[in-house]
């Protein structure tokens, strides 16, 4: 699986955007992005994951440069409760290996 | 959907005694599963992949005989700490992967063992 570098900490003010950047310049045709994170002592909650596409739910946004090369999770309207560690993982077929993310605290 | 429960949430045992971790998901049937393990502050470590119906294959360093694993059906699997010590305290956590094209992974809520 290709390697992931992500900022160690952010911290985002309530009710604002949360940009959370993830570098994955190694990434090969066929693995996906895929966005995890984990509220303390909790198990890791699946967030979103793309190919190629930008892609959007409920939760959040992501956003995948055209060279597949960085992306970017969007938190649109960050409140009290995303504050946890958010994990980008590239993975084609195969386990989901964490790296060390990046802890997210929302400020009120 | 695509939800993972592990039993118990937490468990409290003496050294030398066995536990015996459950993970079921609930409501997609799961032909591989994978356990981890999370210390205080840290990442999690992936200890083993659970194929079901054969053996688990183990991460380097992961003692088989210590971490015993079974997949008996495509919505179950157990981990079993034999012998435990207080060093094998940890935070626990499962994971069950969708075979739905793309292979997500969903986690359980993991389950915390404290060995006295």
């Known amino acids: 699986d290709a390697k992931t570098t992500q900022p160690p900490s952010m911290d985002c003010a309530e009710g604002r955007a949360a940009n959370l950047p993830c570098n994955h310049s190694t990434i090969s045709g066929n693995e996906y992005v895929y966005w995890y994170r984990q509220i303390h002592s909790q198990g890791p909650q699946y967030i979103i994951h793309g190919l190629k596409n930008n892609e959007t739910n409920e939760m959040a946004s992501l956003i995948i440069t055209e060279d597949r090369k960085s992306s970017t999770l969007i938190l649109p309207h960050a409140t009290l409760r995303d504050t946890a560690v958010y994990y980008c993982?590239?993975?084609?077929?195969?386990?989901?290996?964490f790296g060390t993310g990046t802890k997210l605290q929302v400020i009120p | 959907g695509a939800v993972v429960s592990q039993h118990p949430s937490r468990v409290i045992c003496k050294s030398g005694t066995s536990v015996k971790i459950e993970c079921r998901s609930l409501?997609?049937?799961?032909?591989?599963m994978f356990w981890y393990r999370q210390f205080p502050k840290k990442s999690l470590m992936l200890m083993a992949t659970?194929?079901?119906?054969?053996?688990?294959?183990?991460e380097q360093g992961v003692e088989k005989d210590k971490f015993l694993i079974n997949h008996a059906s495509l919505t179950l699997s157990t981990l079993t700490v034999t012998s435990a010590h207080p060093e094998d305290s940890s935070f626990y956590i499962c994971?069950?992967?969708?075979?739905?094209?793309?292979?997500?992974?969903?986690f359980g809520p993991g389950t915390r063992l404290l060995v006295l």
């Open positions: 659970s194929n079901e119906g054969s053996k688990a294959t183990y």
């Open positions: 409501d997609f049937q799961a032909t591989t």
């Open positions: 994971s069950a992967r969708n075979s739905d094209g793309e292979e997500t992974q969903y």
């Open positions: 993982i590239v993975k084609g077929y195969q386990k989901v290996t």
